[in-house]
């Protein structure tokens, strides 16, 4: 029984955990769509029809929004699961009250 539970626990924060990293890569994606860092490729910023911005303002525009919004995703996801958990359970309880008073 503690070992069924601890897999279902597990298994749901492990979905929960795999959205909201999925979630943090597409901010990113995202992000690279909008902005651009200065390089050799892109001509040091001539041939971008992006926003230029600097490399180190970039990495920190893409840590901070990458957590903020896998956090985000994350805690909903959490909350979702849990409360399809609660109702579940107040579904069989109130089953099995119904079944008991039937006896």
Do not use: C, P, Q, Y
């Amino acid at each position: 029984m503690k070992f069924k539970k601890g897999s279902k626990i597990f298994s749901e924060e492990l979905i929960s955990n795999a959205i909201g990293w999925v979630a943090g890569l597409v901010t990113v994606d995202l992000l690279s769509h909008f902005f651009a860092v200065r390089s050799w490729k892109n001509g040091w910023g001539l041939f971008s029809r992006k926003t230029m911005i600097d490399a180190d303002t970039f990495n920190i525009l893409e840590w901070v929004i990458t957590a903020v919004f896998g956090f985000i995703v994350l805690t909903s996801i959490n909350k979702l699961i849990k409360g399809r958990l609660f109702r579940k359970k107040d579904n069989e309880n109130e089953k099995n009250t119904d079944e008991t008073e039937h006896e």
